[in-house]
């Protein structure tokens, strides 16, 4: 909810810092990517002089993250990597583990994954794997997730 306090102004053209604008004296709005954003109003009186004030408005959600049950990395460009989807995200820790309790992968960045290959380079073949993260948001929740996933390799034929 944005709040114009200008005094003698007619007209108002709100700049919300991404690709929308408004024209309402207070208006309602939602930014739905987090990050900070430079909020504008631009008063103008009865004259066609303008006045603008700025602030920066940082935005951030409730942190949240989605595991995916299966992947295919065939290498189409869908489904190639087996990646947390998160939002509001600070940390993350993943380790995968084949059906014999060998980890065979890790990443420790929220934007990382596993692109179904070993430590070796080979292609880790189709199964089930097991995953364990460890996350905190940027709201300092904390998650600690154990599951599993299923890696699905089709054969390709001629």
Request: aromatic content about 14%; glycine content about 8%; proline content about 3%.
């Amino acid at each position: 909810n944005f709040t114009n306090n200008s005094i003698n102004a007619t007209n108002y053209l709100w700049d919300f810092g991404t690709i929308d604008t408004s024209t309402q004296v207070n208006p309602v709005y939602s930014v739905v990517p987090t990050g900070t954003f430079t909020i504008c109003l631009i008063a103008y009186n009865a004259f066609a002089c303008a006045d603008t004030a700025c602030s920066d408005v940082e935005v951030d959600l409730n942190s949240l993250f989605i595991i995916p049950n299966v992947f295919t990395p065939n290498d189409d460009n869908i489904n190639d990597l087996f990646q947390v989807n998160g939002v509001g995200l600070k940390t993350l820790n993943a380790e995968i583990f084949n059906r014999w309790g060998e980890k065979i992968a890790e990443w420790h960045t929220v934007d990382g994954g596993w692109d179904g290959l070993t430590a070796i380079g080979l292609a880790a073949g189709s199964g089930t794997y097991f995953y364990i993260i460890d996350a905190s948001g940027k709201d300092e929740k904390k998650y600690f997730e154990k599951g599993t996933f299923l890696l699905i390799r089709n054969s390709k034929s001629n």
